[in-house]
């Protein structure tokens, strides 16, 4: 993803409340039992548990099912949504507004079949609205069993167009995969930055492969020369020697790594021992990499990449945010984290201007929502872009920004 213009300012009628130290009543451990069942249930939005999150009579309480991975290999991923998704709920519902909004979040473990027994987890649970999936895979899968059963569907990070592909009912707030390729040729275009080349990504990886091929197409649309392609299988490969050989031997001068921070920690550290040096660029999915455990950050010294949210930023909403999710988990968010916290502000917005919430099913919820989300009037403004909408294909739309690490830091560029 890009960054994003991030100054906006808090919401109407966010600005008044004090953070919560805590997050909002969350029963919902992660899971990955299989579900007994995975009918259908109708989930009318009035439900009677008001009380575990402040509500009154007046107060509509929508139940918000999370899936993502909280453990394995993408556990920094699914993690950063829920903990971001967390802390915009303690907001929320403390603003005694009409609508409060109950998380459960269940493990999916990045696989596709555990995501779908979550989601049935999560139907037996009685959820209303569906937040996630957090990687591509598993949204996939859960985003057909959405469009079948009629639930509102909405998904922080998971950029593949076939997520949302023929499915009414399927919205992102991350950028799509070829949006992410394009933008960033045209960013190289635009700045002037590498006079050849490289581009090394997992062919095994839809999320991969869509960003690199989008990307290789406009360069050559831009007239940029790309000298080497290379990839690999999976991202468990270990040695990089042989695809950083063949962008080193063509002359590549800028490598573009449209890949996740896993595989990009090795690229840097092996270019290091085989002194190449040349501009490393990344996308969305090299977020987080800073985070790392025993991670050298002089490594991604100079790296380029494309993400919504820098928790460096000096506007108060940004501020306010990292200063809350430091405090609940002794980290800096990344951007998985801030897309997650403006899920929960853009279904919560939504689910207030519709009329007659209280008595809608899951069905006329979906319906009612996603006619708000693609009528061309709703708009939302958060911490990875100001005035977000969405398109009838369920694509965000909002303006891309990049970052560089500057002394372990990101800095707007």
């Not at 519902?93 to 998380?103: D, M």
């Not at 459960?104 to 609205?129: I, P």
């Not at 042989?242 to 790594?257: R, Y």
Request: charged fraction near 15%; charge should be negative.
């Amino acid at each position: 993803m890009k960054k994003r213009n991030i100054t906006a300012m808090l919401m109407a009628g966010a600005m008044c409340f004090s953070l919560l130290a805590g997050c909002s009543s969350n029963d919902g451990q992660s899971s990955t039992a299989p579900s007994e069942s995975g009918a259908q249930k109708s989930a009318p939005a009035q439900t009677d548990n008001q009380s575990e999150v402040g509500g009154n009579a007046d107060t509509v309480t929508i139940k918000v099912g999370g899936i993502g991975p909280t453990t394995g290999d993408a556990a920094q991923y699914g993690t950063a949504t829920q903990w971001g998704a967390e802390i915009a709920v303690a907001e929320i519902n403390a603003l005694n507004g009409p609508v409060k909004l109950e998380l459960r979040y269940e493990d999916d473990t990045n696989v596709a079949d555990t995501a779908v027994s979550a989601y049935n987890q999560l139907k037996d649970w009685g959820a209303q609205v569906i937040y996630g999936c957090t990687t591509t895979a598993p949204c996939i899968a859960v985003s057909t069993e959405t469009f079948a059963d009629r639930y509102f569907q909405l998904t922080p990070s998971a950029s593949s167009p076939e997520v949302t592909n023929g499915k009414d009912n399927v919205f992102q707030m991350c950028f799509t995969d070829p949006g992410q390729g394009t933008a960033a040729a045209e960013y190289l275009k635009d700045s002037g930055l590498g006079a050849k080349l490289g581009v090394i990504y997992n062919n095994g990886d839809p999320y991969s492969t869509g960003i690199a091929e989008a990307f290789i197409a406009k360069a050559g649309e831009l007239g940029l020369e790309v000298v080497a392609t290379s990839t690999y299988p999976e991202d468990t490969t270990t040695d990089y020697t042989v695809q950083l050989n063949a962008c080193k031997d063509a002359g590549a001068d800028l490598v573009f790594l449209p890949i996740y921070y896993t595989p990009a920690s090795l690229i840097l550290a092996q270019a290091k021992q085989m002194d190449y040096a040349p501009t490393f660029f990344g996308g969305d999915g090299m977020d987080g990499m800073l985070d790392m455990e025993g991670f050298d950050k002089s490594l991604a010294e100079g790296l380029l990449l494309m993400t919504p949210f820098n928790a460096s930023g000096t506007d108060e909403r940004t501020k306010t945010f990292v200063e809350q999710f430091q405090a609940d988990h002794s980290i800096l968010p990344n951007q998985f984290a801030a897309d997650g916290y403006d899920c929960m502000y853009a279904i919560y917005e939504a689910c207030c201007q519709i009329d007659g919430i209280a008595d809608m099913d899951n069905a006329q919820l979906c319906d009612a929502l996603s006619a708000l989300f693609t009528g061309g009037s709703f708009s939302v403004d958060g911490l990875t872009g100001t005035g977000m909408k969405w398109l009838t294909t369920g694509e965000v739309s909002k303006a891309p920004v990049v970052v560089k690490v500057e002394s372990g830091v990101y800095v707007t560029q």
